[in-house]
């Protein structure tokens, strides 16, 4: 089957913009995260869904940051009035979510953030 | 939360030479070990994991080996090919959850010289 897949792949934007950036992740996967991944850094969690649980938002950096997972599947990361330290690769990443489960995480391809 | 400390941000080494990569985590919770490469321009992909009732597991050239008295795991690699080139992330679960949710060790860049 197809595995995780992210658009656009790169976003180019002017700062005090907002953007949208879009994970589908594989089918039948509950859990669903978002990481940032600045120039040579690590993977920097973001934020968290598990089914129908509230999301686990404790990694995002600001206010400026929001994302929704509508139907359990699709989900949108939103960034507002964006700044230059925002710019990064920004990955989804999807895994079963299984209760007590130490599942693998599959990575979609990044979208790479460049805010001028 | 759980914290992941990685060594070393860099390793260079010849072909056919052993790599080492090793991680620290804080929480003794913590039962879930992954190790995800990334090569240049690509997505992680995981490449071993280990879970916190065994001591060491093997899968071809790599291996993991984990001390959960001193909350320490390593990334084993032998005979290192030019392959192997990336980016490795440790990491640890995020909180002690069992959902998988993690925290990622900073990285290390492996560079295996022909």
């Known amino acids: 089957g197809a595995g995780v897949s992210q658009s656009p792949s790169n976003k180019v934007t002017e700062k005090g913009k907002d953007v949208e950036l879009r994970c589908d992740p594989i089918s039948g996967h509950t859990a669903l995260y978002w990481y940032r991944q600045s120039l040579g850094q690590g993977l920097e969690f973001l934020i968290y869904f598990q089914g129908n649980s509230a999301p686990d938002k404790s990694g995002l950096p600001s206010d400026r940051f929001s994302a929704e997972r509508t139907g359990g599947s699709v989900s949108t990361l939103t960034i507002q009035r964006t700044q230059q330290e925002d710019s990064a690769v920004y990955l989804c990443?999807?895994?079963?979510?299984?209760?007590?489960?130490?599942?693998?995480?599959?990575f979609g391809p990044g979208t790479r953030l460049t805010v001028l | 939360g759980e914290n992941v400390e990685q060594h070393p941000s860099t390793l260079s080494v010849q072909e056919g030479d052993s790599a080492v990569i090793k991680c620290t985590y804080s929480d003794s919770a913590s039962n879930y070990f992954p190790w995800y490469k990334q090569e240049l321009g690509k997505r992680p992909q995981l490449i071993i994991d280990?879970?916190?009732?065994?001591g060491e597991k093997k899968d071809q050239r790599i291996a993991v080996t984990l001390n959960k008295t001193a909350k320490h795991f390593s990334l084993h690699i032998t005979e290192t090919q030019p392959e192997d080139s990336a980016v490795y992330f440790c990491a640890a679960p995020r909180g002690g959850t069992s959902y998988g949710k993690l925290t990622f060790g900073q990285g290390t860049i492996l560079t295996v010289h022909p």
């Open positions: 990443a999807s895994s079963l979510g299984l209760a007590g489960g130490l599942n693998e995480q599959f």
């Open positions: 280990i879970r916190s009732n065994v």
